[in-house]
């Protein structure tokens, strides 16, 4: 490979891509460098003493409980590979193979690659939270709790009540990674049981400030109901898709009735690590119909189409606008006048209100 692909010029901030963030920290630290097989790379020095020292600390740890260390050949044959593939959920054989032994070819293919599963997320909680407790304040523990972050918000694995616990003390030490750890602790405490008061309000001042940044995710619904997170949160519907950072994800939308209508396609806007978002209002029985592509260098593919529905009724935000709006519909078919001048009054409050305490975009 060229030295100038080799050379890191600025780290890729670890909100906008993660994978690439610590790529770029290990090539700039000299730890690792391109090896001339793609999918590989070289420890240089310094890596290899980080790993030595990793070895020897988990080699304790693991003897502590009665482990034992075995060997295993780097060869398995693609018989047994099948055999993992029914195990392990969502298991892609993208693996390099070997098909001849010296000029003859091999009557079966043989797997030359050790295999990891997403799995390695929540087992690897218990070491994690004895290292915390060892080595206070150390930087290594604040780029696995972005890491955790990450892959809770992305992937949806759960690292247990614990790192949460600490994710929350730390979470003004991370650093780069502050986004993604407060955005996680957000999502895992809006589905809690029971959540302090005083701990709510610090997450609702979280939530107010994303909304700042114009950045809106669905369970910034649960937060909704003080001055600084305003009920009309729960005036939107939100599509959320997944995916790599690095792609172009655009959606394909239409109301959906009984003659087709032109689709309308507008780019998703990436909110942090490949998740992307939309976010629509609608009335009481309205529908969006919509489906989503994401393009790349390998070209375009298109998901299924789904429907998104706003509800009939809302009891838990009774006073936001749009459903105010569909209230306000129903008095006036029930030609119910004294409702219909309470609720244009309570609309235009709310509306003012509103614009004066945030934009939303």
């Not at 195990?87 to 690659?113: I, K």
């Not at 700042?212 to 600084?228: Q, S, T, V």
């Amino acid at each position: 490979m060229a030295k100038d692909q080799r050379n890191v010029e600025a780290i890729t901030p670890m909100e906008e891509d993660f994978a690439k963030w610590y790529t770029d920290i290990c090539l700039k630290a000299e730890l690792v460098d391109y090896a001339s097989v793609k999918g590989f790379l070289i420890l240089r020095p310094y890596g290899y003493a980080i790993w030595e020292n990793i070895q020897k600390y988990m080699d304790a740890e693991f003897k502590k409980t009665g482990h034992v260390n075995v060997a295993m050949p780097v060869l398995i044959p693609e018989s047994l590979l099948k055999k993992e593939g029914e195990l392990v959920a969502g298991f892609a054989p993208e693996v390099a193979w070997v098909t001849h032994g010296g000029s003859e070819q091999l009557e079966e293919r043989l797997l030359c690659e050790i295999l990891f599963t997403e799995n390695h997320v929540a087992e690897g909680c218990d070491v994690f939270v004895s290292y915390y407790h060892t080595h206070p304040g150390h930087r290594l523990i604040r780029a696995f709790l972005g890491y955790y972050g990450y892959h809770y918000l992305v992937h949806g694995q759960t690292s247990g009540e614990k790192i949460f616990q600490i994710m929350e003390i730390e979470l003004d030490q991370v650093e780069n990674a502050r986004d993604v750890c407060a955005l996680a602790l957000l999502q895992y405490y809006s589905e809690a049981d029971h959540v302090e008061p005083e701990f709510y309000e610090k997450l609702q001042q979280e939530v107010a400030a994303f909304m700042d940044k114009g950045i809106l995710l669905p369970f910034f619904r649960k937060y909704a109901g003080n001055a600084e997170v305003p009920e009309e949160l729960a005036d939107f519907l939100y599509v959320e898709y997944h995916t790599s950072p690095k792609v172009a994800v655009t959606i394909h939308y239409r109301l959906h009735q009984e003659f087709e209508t032109e689709w309308i396609n507008e780019p998703m806007r990436h909110i942090l690590g490949g998740i992307f978002i939309r976010t629509f209002r609608l009335f009481a029985g309205e529908e969006i119909e919509y489906y989503i592509s994401e393009q790349d260098e390998n070209g375009e593919k298109t998901g299924e189409k789904h429907l998104l529905q706003r509800k009939e009724a809302m009891d838990a935000w009774p006073e936001t606008g749009v459903e105010l709006l569909n209230r306000m519909n129903h008095a006036i078919q029930t030609e119910d006048s004294q409702a219909v001048n309470e609720m244009i009054c309570s609309y235009e409050r709310i509306n003012e209100m509103t614009e004066q305490l945030f934009e939303l975009k």
